[in-house]
């Protein structure tokens, strides 16, 4: 219940982001607009993000996991229906926006109730696949707007605004499935609320004995006393990213800018690019997606247990590296004019299923290695300030290069979104945290703990 219920937060995002991307070139017959606003309004959905982020993440701190992840995908549901109704560019940017603070909000309430929940010894492998249902909300996406924009079928005017309505039905129903889930009890500690905490974790060992019909090993690790608190000052918690963590806040910012850069130049502007270089129809765009959305949701089933065996530090360096490598290779193909649409959706593919895993241990990253009382603080600080640095400006800066009509400018494009996946792997190679199979505890201690010698 908790992977269906909070994962699904990655498959709206997926889906979101796949409708922007499969729909920009139907967008601009539609709405009238250029590819530069095309690439705009993703650009504002993606500051939405930012924004909802750092408001719904200290909400997420101060008032608890179950009661934000409630609300930011009330505010998702909201705005996504509201964009089916757009009539002009300002109206669908201001839109986008709103979803985008919902999605925002999303990722801080999510990531942090999910690390608090899911075991330490299967943690990593659990977040990157929870992260990968992305994938299959742009698999659904690229197959809802092959039926949706197809003309025979629904008129394209109608068809966008109808695949807006998929995502607002999917929040509808998960809302109510997350009415069932508990509170971290984690936080309920921090809180004063032991007994609540208790009870969660009790009935969660029950089943489990009932399940598996023998007992749970006792508990071996040393008890942490905690003082309860209630909120965290600004002052703490700037303190804490800015001075005394500043090398793994260095290391999450550097993760998180440079996926975000990569991610969101080639997603929201795909549609753009099999339109203009390889004359493939604005309508079926959707299909060449399909087969490296599913790719990206390969990776982290398929490779995504190593970050638990091999180790956080080592995964993270060789997937980020790999995928810079690649996305060289594949741009300096296209910019010699070798591949076809099919090709260059079979380049995307292998690049994606090493990509996806590097950019979901950004987020892991984020969420593991800060105290309980700023995770999801931290998160929305990093994922805000990463996708400011390295994703808002990216799709209108692609959208831009491939309007201009040239391959090498598309091409050169690439070369920085790879030089700043190399950068990731160099920064994680240098600061890196072996957290794999540890409590988040062992690796960041919460700001709340009392040591013995601080016991009167």
Same mark, same amino acid.
């Given at each position: ?37 095309? $690439? ?11 924004? $909802? ?12 996991? &179950? ?24 109206? #669908? ?8 603070? $919902? ?78 889930? +508990? ?31 023998? +007992? ?5 690790? *040393?008890?942490? &006393? ?5 909120? !965290? ?13 500043? *090398? ?29 270089? #390889? ?8 299909? #060449? ?29 060789? !997937? ?66 990463? !996708? ?19 391959? &090498? ?48």
């Amino acid at each position: 219940m908790v992977v269906v219920g909070l994962g699904v937060t990655w498959l709206l995002d997926g889906l979101e982001v796949t409708l922007a991307g499969t729909i920009g070139a139907v967008l601009k017959e539609s709405l009238q607009i250029s590819d530069t606003q095309v $690439g705009t309004t993703a650009t504002f959905y993606l500051a939405g993000a930012v924004v $909802g982020a750092l408001i719904f993440g200290y909400a997420t701190d101060r008032l608890g996991r &179950k009661r934000l992840f409630i609300v930011t995908l009330a505010v998702y549901l909201g705005a996504t229906l509201l964009s089916a109704f757009s009539w002009n560019f300002w109206s #669908y940017t201001v839109f986008r926006f709103l979803t985008g603070m $919902g999605i925002g909000g999303e990722y801080a309430a999510i990531n942090s109730a999910v690390d608090e929940l899911i075991p330490a010894r299967v943690r990593g492998h659990v977040d990157l696949m929870i992260n990968a249902t992305y994938w299959f909300g742009a698999a659904l996406g690229a197959v809802a707007t092959v039926v949706l924009l197809d003309n025979r079928v629904i008129p394209p005017n109608i068809g966008w605004r109808l695949s807006f309505a998929v995502g607002a039905f999917l929040g509808l129903i998960i809302i109510l499935v997350r009415h069932c889930l +508990p509170e971290s009890p984690r936080w309920l500690m921090t809180h004063g609320r032991e007994e609540e905490a208790e009870r969660i974790v009790s009935e969660v060992e029950q089943q489990i004995q009932q399940g598996t019909g023998r +007992p749970l090993p006792p508990v071996t690790a *040393k008890p942490l &006393k905690i003082r309860v608190r209630h909120h !965290t000052p600004w002052r703490e918690i700037v303190r804490h990213i800015v001075v005394v963590e500043r *090398k793994r806040s260095f290391l999450s910012l550097t993760l998180m800018a440079s996926q975000a850069f990569f991610y969101n130049a080639i997603f929201f502007t795909y549609a753009l690019l099999l339109v203009r270089y #390889y004359q493939v129809p604005a309508v079926s765009a959707g299909r #060449y997606l399909l087969p490296f959305a599913l790719g990206n949701a390969a990776g982290p089933f398929l490779i995504g247990r190593l970050f638990d065996t091999v180790g956080r530090r080592r995964m993270i360096v060789a !997937t980020y590296a790999l995928t810079g490598v690649l996305l060289a290779i594949s741009g300096w193909l296209f910019e010699q004019g070798v591949l076809t649409a099919v090709t260059q959706t079979i380049a995307w593919t292998v690049i994606f299923f090493v990509a996806s895993c590097a950019a979901s241990s950004a987020y892991l990253t984020a969420s593991e290695v800060f105290p309980l009382e700023i995770r999801a603080m931290a998160i929305s600080v990093f994922y805000s300030i990463g !996708t400011l640095v390295g994703g808002v400006g990216a799709p209108m800066f692609f959208g831009g290069l491939i309007g201009s009509g040239f391959r &090498k400018d598309v091409f050169e494009g690439y070369l920085f979104a790879a030089a700043l996946l190399m950068i990731g792997a160099a920064v994680a190679a240098f600061f890196g945290v072996d957290a794999e199979r540890k409590s988040l505890e062992e690796i960041s201690a919460p700001l709340s703990a009392v040591y013995d010698d601080e016991l009167p």
